[in-house]
């Protein structure tokens, strides 16, 4: 033991994403095997420090974890304890109880707090560094757009299944002759979408960061036609919009800190570009959460298992209210100061979408 470091609490907060287990195994295996440390994690996020409700973690509750989606500790998009939903005198109010979570910490002996999320849940990390807590975060989304990292956990999972599932549609849109649109996950960033439509081979990809022209893409279904393709494969990011037109509602999660969930754009793609092509069918997939369930990929297993091991090295180092990231190839930190309010978006003038344009693949721009 070191740093006078007796126990580490892990929680796991806002949508639930491929590799949070394996962050959980490796922070469990880490703290245990070179450390010395006792492991707690709490249940269901922030909400289980607020009722201090927790397990224990040790080499055999985390056993077998590393491939399997979803997170063992539960998971919340909704407590936020800074702006927290209590009942008060039979009034449904919203109040500041992070009071409550720094004593349950005390209470319980947590030295550090290991927070694995995406902004939103780390926006909560750095107001508990700034209460004083010794917190360290881990980057988790699949929309990677968390500031300060390069590449979150579980982006590369979620590549893989939406570009299985753009492999899949172009066989049956090449049957029928169809336009097929898929449309992904990412909130307001096009990472997804732009990085499986090009992986898929997508003739159109739409993204939240190009405002497209719908004309534009028909233009690229004529162009195809002219060259003897009949169908025509799009992927469509959740949070794609017309030019001087705006995102998709799907719907609001009145509770929830974030409270507004994106979807319908593929819909009203396929109603608006079947009036432009009429000869031809348009379909939407809208494959959801399927990007966030299942089998954790081998990229996310190893980049989970860094960043578990980085965070227990960086309460050895006492680098408390930071974040462990990847820059390059290299696993490093900042600090969650740095992170929260610089949220990342596609370039729409950088390498990947360059070298899409130069293949043929059409922004609608
Ligand atoms: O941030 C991850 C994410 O999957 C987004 O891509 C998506 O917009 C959102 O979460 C969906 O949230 P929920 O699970 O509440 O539907």
Not at 122 to 150: E, M
């Amino acid at each position: 033991m070191t740093n006078g470091i007796k126990k580490i609490a892990l929680l796991t907060g806002g949508g639930d994403c491929p590799g949070l287990n394996a962050v959980i195994r490796a922070v469990t295996k880490s703290a245990i095997l070179n450390y010395g440390y006792e492991v707690i994690g709490y249940k269901f996020g922030y909400r289980g420090l607020y009722n201090n409700d927790f397990i224990p973690l040790n080499l055999s509750t985390v056993s077998g974890l590393l491939s399997k989606g979803g997170t063992i500790l539960y998971s919340s998009n909704k407590d936020n304890l800074f702006d927290y939903a209590v009942e008060e005198n039979g009034v449904n109010i919203k109040k500041d109880v992070s009071d409550i979570a720094v004593e349950n910490l005390k209470k319980e002996g947590v030295d550090v707090l290991i927070v694995i999320g995406g902004d939103g849940t780390l926006t909560s990390a750095r107001d508990f560094a700034r209460k004083g807590v010794n917190v360290i975060g881990v980057p988790k989304t699949i929309d990677n757009d968390l500031g300060s990292t390069d590449i979150t956990f579980g982006f590369n999972t979620s590549l893989e299944v939406a570009t299985e599932a753009l492999d899949r549609l172009h066989t049956t849109a090449e049957s029928h002759h169809r336009i097929m649109i898929l449309e992904v996950m990412g909130r307001n960033a096009g990472f997804i979408a732009l990085e499986s439509g090009i992986a898929g081979s997508a003739s159109v990809i739409l993204l939240p960061e190009i405002p497209y022209d719908i004309n534009k893409i028909a233009e690229k279904i004529e162009e195809r036609k002219k060259n003897g393709k009949l169908f025509t494969i799009i992927v469509a990011a959740e949070g794609a919009k017309p030019k001087n037109g705006e995102v998709m509602v799907a719907k609001i999660v009145a509770d929830s800190p974030d409270p507004i969930r994106l979807g319908g754009i593929g819909n009203k793609i396929a109603a608006d570009l079947e009036k432009i092509v009429k000869e031809r069918e348009v379909r939407c997939t809208v494959l959801g959460h399927i990007q966030r369930g299942g089998t954790t990929c081998t990229f996310d297993r190893i980049l989970s298992t860094r960043y578990g091991v980085a965070a227990v090295e960086l309460i050895n180092e006492g680098k408390f209210g930071s974040m462990v990231c990847l820059k390059g190839n290299d696993i490093t930190y900042d600090s969650l100061e740095n992170v929260i309010g610089n949220n990342k978006k596609v370039d729409p003038n950088g390498e990947l979408v360059t070298i899409a344009k130069k293949i043929g693949i059409s922004f609608a721009d």
